[in-house]
């Protein structure tokens, strides 16, 4: 069965002959004017070293701009690595994507202009920009796996749909003791929740069953604190340096993907110096790092004594063969010449 124009490419994403396909993920790029190359010249690295098939930035792309003509000159040095070599690429908007000047609507036009870039706005009802379905297509057309992009929004005072509530948000939300992580982020709105749902059962029935995919988004989701709390049984592998930043209110996301059972991959950027992933009720869930030179890096007191050396992206490959086992691992730049 093959999907239907609404979610048709302009870069049609398909597996190799080989039946693999691979993604690249890079978040936190921060890219913003300054003379710093240095993250460009990591994303060049990455992709020769890794060969990815797609390309996907998990936020935080291009900040620090207070124009236009800024913002415009920033993405272009941004998609150069993938416009270059001709390599599909997509996105997700991160906390200091959105400014006052420059909204994610008017930056999502700037971004789909570019030849290679398929990321979608999304439904223009939906709380924020850019919550698409990306469909993998086998060599006949058909879906064998899919990669979910989603806005995890902003903070508080920054919210793209402010909440309807007459309260105070920093007191009644940010209280003394908090749950988890006593960060002001915003969460997926219930909206989005509905809509990766109601779109999940729509191409369950138009394909005859569920496919396998991996989503995406910026900041971290509240369960993440339960894969670090177990490591032995969750598996733990890699770097957890810095407090988990999830929002303290729980978005509802993971139990709607617990439950319907396609999404077996959750993964965010936005805590550059965490690393780790593990899985939590069949789900691998984690984190990419960070591969932007603009933004913090390890601490002083790193035991490697290298504030530069998590940079990085995350690599996931999937096979035709079995594509509800997706397999990933850091992909480190290492030192720069």
């Not at 690393?275 to 490697?304: A, K, L, W």
Request: proline share 5%; aromatic share 10%.
């Amino acid at each position: 069965m093959r999907l239907p124009e609404t979610y048709r490419l302009k870069c049609p994403l398909t597996l190799r002959e080989d039946g693999g396909f691979r993604i690249l993920m890079m978040s936190d790029a921060h890219q913003k004017p300054g003379d710093d190359i240095r993250t460009i010249r990591a994303m060049n690295l990455l992709i020769d070293r890794t060969k990815p098939d797609l390309v996907m930035l998990g936020g935080d792309n291009v900040c620090g701009c207070g124009t236009e003509g800024e913002f415009e000159e920033q993405l272009a040095r941004l998609a150069s690595p993938m416009e270059e070599r001709k390599i599909p690429w997509a996105h997700v908007y991160g906390n200091h994507d959105q400014t006052d000047k420059l909204s994610k609507a008017w930056q999502q036009m700037r971004y789909e202009q570019y030849p290679h870039c398929v990321s979608k706005a999304g439904p223009e009802e939906l709380p924020g920009c850019g919550n698409f379905f990306l469909p993998i297509l086998d060599q006949n057309g058909e879906p064998v796996f899919g990669v979910w992009g989603i806005d995890s929004q902003q903070d508080w005072k920054t919210q793209t749909v402010p909440l309807s509530y007459d309260g105070d948000l920093y007191w009644d939300v940010m209280m003394p003791m908090t749950i988890a992580s006593h960060s002001d982020y915003d969460f997926i709105r219930f909206e989005q929740v509905m809509w990766y749902w109601n779109t999940s059962v729509e191409l369950e029935k138009r394909c005859g069953r569920k496919i396998p995919s991996l989503m995406v988004f910026h900041i971290p989701l509240y369960e993440f604190n339960a894969v670090l709390r177990n490591a032995g049984r969750t598996r733990l592998n890699g770097e957890y340096n810095e407090r988990l930043s999830n929002s303290e209110i729980n978005s509802g996301i993971f139990a709607a993907v617990f439950q319907r059972g396609d999404v077996k991959a959750m993964f965010a950027g936005h805590d550059h110096i965490n690393t780790f992933e593990g899985v939590y009720c069949g789900i691998h869930m984690g984190f990419d790092g960070s591969i932007g030179y603009q933004g913090y890096g390890t601490r002083e007191n790193d035991p490697g004594h290298d504030r530069e050396r998590l940079r990085g992206g995350r690599v996931f490959d999937i096979d035709a063969g079995d594509p509800w086992h997706i397999r990933t691992e850091m992909a480190f730049v290492g030192k720069l010449d």
